[in-house]
């Protein structure tokens, strides 16, 4: 007996379809939205401010440094800076980190925000120790006797213990992703939000500057803002 081709076709695409349907239903969850860093008393609690219309931004240059209490992070190839924006009251804005860019050192074209998840392949934290010299000489034994090398390099495995080089640390998995969670949350809210606001902006530049201007540029108003 003969199937005809339409049946199957048909068929084909009905299976199809649900099984692309439950991955994206699955895998397409939102993330929890972020919270951002609650806002000063005032704008002028800042470092600077400056007036876009009726809202007002003012900003705080913390260099390399996440300014979070309760963990202390650096990325050293973005510059964070903390930004609220305020309003006449029952003000509500739609918030969007690509409404903001910055120039550095008075460069013609400025760095936009980047999205936060582009920070954490460079997060670092000061407070978390590294394993202690006794712990790499252990290391270093089992694999010397796993090589059975007594000791020397083989060629094919690296002599954690050479002064001539920095100790690998390696970051467990829960302690980055704990990281990169504070990240998110501390990241400026975005959508359409009651103001007032605050949160983190991200702007991937490395090394030291000179001078920093904040730009603000939304249907709200555009400011230059001052920072360094």
Known sequence: MKIPLLSIALAFGVLTAQAQDKPLAEVREKPE?????????????????????????????DGHAIPDPSLTL???????????????????????????????NGKKTPLPAQP???????LISPEYEPPTQHMLDDA????????????QNSGSHTNITDPQLPPLIHIPFEVKRAWE??????????????LP?????????????NSVELIYNSPAGKVTIPLQ
């Open 140 to 151: 270093n034994k089992k694999t010397s006797v796993n090589t059975g090398t007594n000791g």
């Open 197 to 209: 606001q605050g949160g983190l902006l991200f702007f991937e530049k490395s090394g030291k500057t």
């Open 116 to 122: 936060y998840e582009l920070t954490f392949k460079s």
């Open 33 to 61: 939205a972020s919270k951002g860093i609650p806002p000063r008393a005032a704008p002028t609690d800042y470092q600077a401010h400056g007036q876009a219309g009726k809202i007002i931004i003012a900003a705080e240059l």
């Open 181 to 194: 969670q504070k990240i998110h949350m501390d990241s400026l809210p975005e959508g359409d939000r009651p």
């Open 74 to 104: 650096t990325t050293e190839d973005y510059l964070v800076v903390e930004v609220a924006l305020y309003g006449p009251p029952g003000t509500n804005l739609r918030l969007n980190f690509q409404d903001f860019s910055l120039r550095v």
